[in-house]
């Protein structure tokens, strides 16, 4: 999933979901889905209806969160932890964890630091400041 567009990111957790249930085989990337989407009973409704998923819009000003942004900016979150990209963020990551003592926490406070680098990039034209964003984290460990 390269480029998937939002259909596709949609079906993608849809799928999962509906593989969790059925308790059938998940690939490696489905496994760490199926780990954040159960993290999150809250998105059932909406993962249990593909068809109305794909409908459905979750926009800005309605006051609710689109499970699938939220959910695609946990795996994105693991994939920049794992390699380590930007430079610094498993370590910032690592000690947010252990003093929030919630992996699921610390990823959410993360993920309002990765919200806020794309915002100033977008807002200004500018690149993204992979610099800024772990910094953004470090000043959530103290």
């Not at 593989?19 to 780990?35: F, H, I, N, S, W």
């Not at 999150?40 to 249990?48: F, G, I, M, R």
């Not at 680098?117 to 200004?124: F, G, Y």
Request: aromatic share 8%; hydrophobic share 40%.
């Amino acid at each position: 999933m390269f480029n998937p567009s939002s259909d596709d990111v949609r079906r993608f957790f849809c799928g999962v979901f509906r593989k969790q249930r059925a308790r059938e085989v998940l690939t490696p990337l489905e496994t760490m889905a199926g780990d954040w989407i159960r993290h999150h009973p809250e998105y059932e409704d909406v993962l249990a209806d593909e068809e109305a998923a794909l409908a459905r819009e979750f926009p800005v000003d309605g006051g609710q969160t689109n499970p699938f942004l939220h959910l695609s900016m946990h795996l994105s979150i693991d994939e920049q932890i794992s390699i380590d990209q930007p430079p610094g963020i498993r370590e910032a990551a690592t000690a947010l964890t252990l003093r929030l003592d919630s992996a699921h926490e610390a990823q959410h406070q993360i993920m309002e630091c990765l919200g806020e680098m794309i915002w100033n990039a977008q807002r200004n034209g500018l690149p993204l400041d992979g610099d800024a964003y772990v910094e953004a984290v470090k000043r959530r460990i103290r």
